[in-house]
């Protein structure tokens, strides 16, 4: 069975139009393509200009070009439409759009378990992006997904399903499983579980300094497939980003503001169905690029409880703050705070070859 980052493979495949002030998916082909581009390139102004640590990655950072196949047909007219070009295309003076559906279907056994049940996976969506006035980009991704999963996943989904309280808000009950990466489930027939999955973007772009950007979305800091900064492995979130460049693209700040949620349903409410508890993040990120071929990043983390068990609490303002000053302020902790600080250095050593080292400080 496979996770979120293998069922994207069919719309990035089917996704070769050049564009501009769009973010790639954030999924390793595209972070491994833009990585191979940095490396082989031999302009210095794009070397300083490649910050690749603060991903997803707004394509106007790296040659679209060189993530997509070359401009010779992919042997057939169907071949060459499912996997270099886009299913639909609008398009006119100062607007881009296409459209293309995403559809994966597995079908297995899992020969450890003593059982002749038929695995499935199966996932129907859609992805819808464009460019506005060469400005504003956006995209958007729904699917809906049902799953028959191994006897050990199923075992690991289960043991990390919601929690709800009791009338009296003494204890918690765990009930409907939540697939990491996705979000909680429902059943499906017997042992499966259904879900569905969400994430899009608007960006705008009013200049080469700065970049505004809304969403619902995941995000990595640092350099390689894993992060003690900030990792993807989570359900989406909301979010709110500024990004800045400066010093001819040798200094990018990155500031964003997230809202998270645990899976511990609030005890009071008044909707229909009981909220989550609620929790703000904001996330710092200044990379510098020390020369041609060295740079480091500064982090600093921050999670603010938002709301408790009754939904009564509020944030301290300084969540807004857009510096990367709350840990010299509040400390690593405090009531109703806490916070990290890290590094991440990246450096081109010989060749083809990039090194990287990320470490954090917490108490």
Known sequence: MIGKNYILILFLL????????????????????????????????????????????????????SLYSNSEKHYYWITQKLFKENFLIFKGEDFWISVDPILDLELGTDFSADSTERLYWNTRGIRIQGKLLGKVGFSTDIYENQALLPNYQSVYVDDRGEFFPNSLNTKYTQNNAVIPGYARTKPFKKTGYDFAFAQGNISYVPNKVINFQLGNGNHFIGSGYRSLLLADYTTNYPFAKIETNLWKGRIQYTAMYALHQNLYRLHAYTTPEATYEKKIGTYHYLDFAVNKKVQIGLFEGSLWQRVDSLGSHSPDPLFLNPLPINTVIKGFEANGFKSIIGLNVTAHLFLSTIGYGQVIFDR
């Open 14 to 65: 089917t996704s070769i139009c050049a564009r501009t002030q769009l973010y790639l998916p954030l999924v390793n082909y595209y972070n491994d393509e833009t990585q191979r581009f940095a490396l082989r390139d031999t302009n210095s102004v794009n070397l300083f200009q490649s910050h690749l640590s603060f991903k997803p990655i707004l394509d106007l950072r790296t040659n679209t070009d």
